[in-house]
């Protein structure tokens, strides 16, 4: 079993639709939690980061994290076609040097 | 801008050549790392620097080698390549290595993108 699922898409959706993003984890420990945007052939850059629990919003992103059903969520209000890339999650333990663990990523696929 | 710089963006080599992944970081920071990114596959964490010194090496083949002058610069040498490292090498960085209730994550660059012919 992978340690983070996430399911690659494409996920097409028109403009204005609210996005959901999903991943689910099978190591119970995890407690830092991010989420990375991709614009085809860049980098990754941080979009959000939450710990533990709970919901945490900017703008038109919000995160979201079950912990209980070891499922975390990033939402995207008002898409536009400039949200069109891939979203990777990416999880941490709480102790220890460690390494960043990451699904496979999502591509959505905004259309105007 | 996102601090760390990459260069070249792009490379095609021969399998016999040598060339070098050069990454720079202007964040201050003292971690560094090379990830590899293929199609349909999760991020692959090869190399760890953690203030100049080598604290985790995943197995990656002989073929590839990193060098930290210093904890702005990192390098990956590259000899005798396979076709299967054709990928998108990317440089990051963060404050301090990597640890739990440290509130820190790391911050990459833009990427290189490899073809081996």
């Known amino acids: 079993q992978k340690e983070v699922e996430q399911d690659p898409g494409p996920l097409s959706v028109p403009e204005g639709a609210i996005v959901s993003l999903n991943c689910t984890y099978s190591n119970s420990a995890f407690q830092y939690f991010m989420w990375y945007r991709q614009y085809s052939r860049k980098g990754p850059e941080l979009l959000m980061y939450t710990y533990s629990s709970g919901n945490k919003e900017d703008g038109r992103f919000t995160a979201q994290v079950d912990k209980s059903s070891k499922y975390i969520s990033l939402f995207i209000r008002d898409s536009q076609p400039s949200d069109s890339a891939t979203y990777l999650c990416?999880?941490?333990?709480?102790?220890?040097?460690?390494?960043?663990?990451f699904g496979t990523g999502t591509r959505l696929l905004v259309s105007p | 801008e996102t601090g760390v710089t990459q260069t070249p963006r792009h490379l095609v080599m021969g399998m016999t050549n040598k060339k070098s992944l050069k990454c720079e970081q202007h964040l201050g920071h003292n971690a560094m790392y090379w990830y590899k990114q293929s199609a349909k596959k999760p991020l692959e964490l090869m190399f760890v620097y953690s203030l100049e010194e080598r604290v985790e090496n995943n197995s990656v083949p002989s073929r590839f080698s990193p060098e930290c002058p210093n904890s702005s610069h990192l390098f990956l040498h590259l000899h005798t390549l396979q076709p299967e490292d054709s990928a998108l090498y990317l440089c990051a960085s963060s404050r301090e290595r990597l640890q739990g209730g440290s509130g820190n994550t790391i911050y990459f660059g833009e990427g290189s993108w490899l073809t081996v012919v």
């Open positions: 990416a999880m941490l333990l709480n102790t220890g040097f460690q390494k960043l663990v």
